[in-house]
């Protein structure tokens, strides 16, 4: 699925050099949910950037089904976004001027996507969301629940292979982030969702299958949640944040 090889970011002039990521390598395999986590300034948020083609890597590659970022062009990374990869919004980032059902299938709208087409893939992704019942509503006549869901069927919507989150219950209150994370846990295991997110809240992380930790730009460690429950993994995860030292409020 996806191939991290290697990475290393520089920022800055020649003089004044920072290095964000330093050699990071992992696989991710198709239908994997996977956390990363760190504290600031350990090149979480760069790894999601580089990794979606908001930012370009300094040395090393990245492969989404074996197609390597590096040698796209400026026409085909579009594609390669629009095709290959979803985002999930802490803030929805819904219209209030489309329906749910306009929103959620915009992008294979502006891609001049056959209409029944896109109303066929529409309805599929919002029956196994439970949200059918809302697609002639607008955003504004809807609960946060439902645009989650709204949000998260548009993220799926085109088949994408890999859904990217970033800090996606940051600006939540913690029933809205519960909701948030049990319909990510749905995609993943009820849809076969693949999904990469950065977060820097435990409870957050144990809702993955497996959390990648980085400190100063490189891969601290790892864990596997396996047949443990959330709980157990929850307490494990804190553990291994104690581990990282600096200041532990950035990742608690």
Not at 220 to 225: C, K
Request: aromatic share 6%.
């Amino acid at each position: 699925m996806l191939e991290v090889v290697n990475i290393e970011k520089y920022y800055g002039s020649r003089n004044n050099v920072t290095k964000a990521l330093d050699r990071v390598s992992f696989r991710v395999e198709d239908g994997e949910f996977i956390a990363i986590m760190g504290a600031s300034g350990s090149g979480k948020t760069t790894l999601l950037n580089c990794i979606s083609t908001i930012d370009t890597v300094s040395a090393g590659d990245i492969l989404l089904d074996g197609e390597s970022i590096a040698e796209l062009s400026s026409k085909e990374l579009a594609r390669f976004r629009r095709e290959k990869l979803g985002f999930v919004f802490q803030d929805f980032n819904l219209l209030d001027t489309l329906t749910v059902e306009e929103n959620i299938g915009l992008a294979l709208s502006l891609n001049h996507a056959d209409p029944h087409g896109v109303r066929e893939k529409v309805k599929n992704v919002a029956q196994r969301l439970h949200i059918t019942d809302i697609l002639e509503k607008f955003p504004y006549q809807i609960s946060g629940g439902q645009k989650q869901r709204a949000a998260c069927a548009r993220a799926m919507v085109a088949g994408q292979s890999l859904l990217l989150a970033d800090e996606p219950t940051g600006a939540l209150d913690s029933k809205a982030s519960k909701n948030l994370l049990d319909i990510m846990e749905q995609m993943n295991g009820e849809m076969g969702a693949t999904i990469l997110m950065v977060t820097h809240d435990a409870y957050s992380a144990s809702y993955a299958r497996r959390v990648l930790f980085l400190k100063d730009g490189r891969l601290f460690n790892e864990l596997l949640r396996g047949e443990r429950g959330r709980g157990v993994f929850y307490h494990e995860i804190l553990d291994v944040l104690a581990l990282l030292g600096g200041d532990i409020s950035d990742v608690l």
